[in-house]
């Protein structure tokens, strides 16, 4: 048909002529969607505000022959607001719309929509401290990906864990047979903090002290961006330990 609708979060826009705007969405039925929203950028629109980053809406759109063109939108989330309003969640909610254009390229699933909206929402009502929503996105998009790590055996033998070892270009956590020469060592803590990143035991994530936190913030940067095979630029912006080396991810 050639106009639907569809649940779709603003991942960027862009400037199109004098009024208008190019807007990414990542959509619930129809997975990543570009399409234009004209005369958004004058005063007098009536969905301008709903088609700003990190924004959730329902949206109606006319398919068109290059880009689609978006016909109506109602709001059903609006945490760019709140977002905007602190620096680090406004950092790392960039990071998380950044991934998920990345990952979206391709194909999506309503889970990869839903896992963002859930993550942008907890940010705008800061349940959480905001680096630790963007390292369970990151960690959790992954696996909805097929990418998800190893947090426990050994990644490459399937030797019974805990290890203490992390290589993320052999997928996760590795035994000391395993481990190359230069890879980061991991302190139990941490490695109980990504678990829970990757599980979304929250109780066990805001509990964590922030050695683990930090250390951990750095493994889970090095495993996304090595898996979507190039950098994360919101990342750079997000305060956060540096990735650890061999026997620093205490």
Not at 136 to 160: I, T
Request: glycine share 10%; charged share 20%.
């Amino acid at each position: 048909m050639p106009t639907y609708r569809d649940e779709v979060v603003v991942l960027r826009t862009h400037k199109l002529g004098e009024a208008d705007r190019i807007v990414t969405m990542l959509s619930r039925r129809h997975g990543k969607l570009r399409a234009v929203a004209k005369g958004v950028r004058r005063t007098s629109s009536r969905f301008g505000s709903r088609l700003e980053p990190f924004m959730v809406a329902d949206v109606q759109l006319y398919q068109g022959r290059s880009l689609d063109i978006v016909q109506q939108a109602e709001s059903l989330g609006s945490y760019g607001a709140q977002i905007a309003a602190d620096y680090d969640r406004y950092t790392a909610a960039s990071a998380m719309v950044e991934t998920a254009d990345r990952l979206n390229e391709a194909e999506t699933t309503s889970q990869q929509y839903l896992l963002l909206v859930g993550g942008l929402r907890a940010l705008s009502r800061a349940e959480h401290a905001s680096r630790a929503v963007l390292d369970s996105y990151l960690l959790r998009a992954m696996a909805l990906s097929g990418w998800a790590p190893n947090l426990h055996d050994c990644a490459r033998c399937g030797a019974k864990g805990p290890h203490e070892w992390f290589v993320a270009q052999l997928g996760g956590m590795v035994c000391a047979a395993c481990a190359p020469a230069g890879s980061a060592r991991v302190h139990p803590d941490t490695g109980a903090h990504l678990r829970a990143l990757l599980a979304g035991e929250w109780d066990v994530v805001d509990g964590s002290s922030d050695g683990a936190s930090g250390a951990a913030s750095g493994l889970v940067a090095a495993y996304a961006q090595w898996h979507l095979e190039r950098g994360i630029r919101s990342l750079s912006h997000v305060a956060t330990a540096q990735t650890p080396r061999a026997g620093a991810a205490r």
